[in-house]
C-alpha cells in the first residue's frame, strides 16, 4: 500500500483518489515492521503476556522513503501487555496474558492514515513433566479507522488560470474517513532445549471478519474481493535462541517469518546473534542480518536487505534498523526504511518463561 502512495505525489490529485478507490488493491505492507519480534502483538496475539516479567511496554517507529520523498511515510505501534498467573492453587505454570495496543501509519504524500487501537488476550498452557514447554492460543479484537484530508488534493478545476488552485472543485467526493472493527487470532508453541536453547513456533491470522476498507459505500471495478473486503492475512513465524557456551553468553537466534495476504506473500528471514555482557549477562549486545523476498501481482523477487543492532540494558532492550531497499523509485535513487524499538519488561525475575526477543 504504501509503495503506491508515495508514486501519488507525482500524479494529479484525480488519479491519486483513482488509486485511492482501490485501496484493497495494495495491501501487500499490512501492518509492516522488519523488527518484527519487538512488536509482538502487531505479530501474534498469541504473544501477548508472553514474556520473562510480569508486565511490558513497548514501542517501534518506522521511518520509510525519507531520501525519496519530502514527507516521509511513517509508521507507530505502542502496546503495553500483562502476565498473570492462571491458577495459583495449582502448581502450575499457566499463565493468561492481556495487552492493549496502538498502531498509526501515515502516508503525508496525500494525507492519508489508518489508525488502530486494540486488546488482545491470551492464554499461556504449561506442558510436559519440567513444564518446560508452552501452548498459547490468543485473540486481538480492535477498532481500525482511515482518513484523508481532501484538503491536500489539488483539482483542475480548482485553478484559477494565474495564481493558483483557488476554486471550489465540484467533484463527488465520499466522507473522507470511515471505522470498521477487525478480529485477529493466534496460535504459539514454544518449548526449551540443551539447557539454555529456546525453539518458537507460531501462526495468527489477520482480518477475520475481512472488513470493507472502501470509502464508499459500494465500491466500483474492485478486483481484489467483492465489495472490496480485505483479505485475512496469514502469517506463520518460527525462530529459535541457540546458545554456543553453557553460560549462554553467545548466542544465534534465526528468524523466519511468512506473511499472505490474497496475491501478496512476504518473508523475512535472517539471523540475529546475542552477545552478553559481563560476569552475570544481564546486559547484551544484538546485531545481525535479513532478507525479504516477496510476491505481487504474480512476480517474485527480492524486496529489500536489512541489518539490525540491539542493546539490551537490564530490562530494557533498544533496536534499530535500516532497510536497504533492492528496487528503485527512481533511476538511480535507492527506496530505504529506517526503525527504531524499545521494551520495558518489569519484575523481570522469571527466567524460565520462554520468549522470543526482537
Not at 254 to 274: C, K, V
Request: aromatic content about 12%; overall charge neutral.
Amino acid at each position: 500500500m504504501q509503495k503506491l502512495f508515495a508514486l501519488l505525489s507525482r500524479t494529479s490529485a484525480l488519479a491519486a483518489l483513482s488509486i485511492l478507490l482501490l485501496v484493497p488493491k495494495t495491501q501487500a505492507q499490512d501492518k509492516h515492521f522488519s523488527q518484527f519480534y519487538a512488536s509482538p502483538l502487531t505479530l501474534n496475539p498469541a504473544l501477548t503476556g508472553g514474556m520473562e516479567g510480569t508486565y511490558r511496554i513497548g514501542a517501534i517507529y518506522r521511518d520509510q522513503w525519507r531520501q525519496v520523498l519530502e514527507n516521509p511515510i511513517k509508521t507507530f505501534s505502542m502496546a503495553a501487555d500483562l502476565r498473570f498467573e492462571a491458577n495459583r492453587k495449582n502448581n502450575t505454570k499457566d499463565a493468561i496474558g492481556l495487552g492493549i495496543m496502538f498502531f498509526n501509519d501515515k502516508v503525508s504524500v496525500v494525507d492519508f492514515s489508518t489508525t488502530q487501537i486494540a486488546i488482545s488476550l491470551a492464554y499461556h498452557k504449561a506442558l510436559g513433566y519440567n513444564q518446560d514447554k508452552f501452548l498459547s492460543i490468543g485473540v486481538q479484537g480492535g477498532l481500525t479507522q482511515r482518513n484523508i484530508n481532501y484538503g491536500s488534493l489539488n483539482f483542475h478545476d480548482e485553478f484559477d488560470g494565474t495564481t493558483g488552485y483557488n476554486g471550489t472543485t465540484s467533484e463527488l467526493l465520499p466522507a473522507n474517513n470511515f471505522a470498521f472493527p477487525d478480529l485477529n487470532v493466534g496460535i504459539n508453541y514454544t518449548s526449551q532445549f540443551a539447557g539454555e536453547g529456546r525453539f518458537f513456533a507460531g501462526a495468527s491470522l489477520h482480518h477475520v471478519l475481512q472488513p470493507k476498507v472502501s470509502f464508499y459505500e459500494d465500491p466500483k471495478n474492485v478486483t481484489v474481493k467483492p465489495g472490496g473486503n480485505l483479505y485475512t492475512k496469514i502469517n506463520a513465524q518460527v525462530s529459535a535462541s541457540i546458545p554456543f557456551d553453557r553460560s549462554n553468553h553467545f548466542s544465534i537466534q534465526p528468524r523466519l517469518l511468512a506473511a499472505m495476504q490474497g496475491p501478496h506473500l512476504e518473508i523475512n528471514a535472517g539471523t540475529n546473534f546475542r552477545l552478553a555482557l559481563g560476569e552475570f549477562g544481564a546486559n547484551a549486545i544484538h546485531f545481525g542480518t535479513w532478507a525479504r523476498p516477496v510476491r505481487n501481482d504474480g512476480s517474485f523477487g527480492f524486496d529489500a536487505v536489512v541489518a539490525l543492532l540491539g542493546l539490551e540494558i537490564n530490562s530494557v532492550l533498544f533496536g534499530l534498523s535500516y532497510d536497504l531497499n533492492l528496487g528503485a523509485l527512481q533511476a538511480n535513487q535507492r527506496q530505504s526504511a529506517f526503525e527504531f524499538s524499545v521494551s520495558y519488561l518489569g519484575n523481570y525475575d522469571n527466567e524460565k518463561v520462554l520468549c522470543p526477543k526482537f
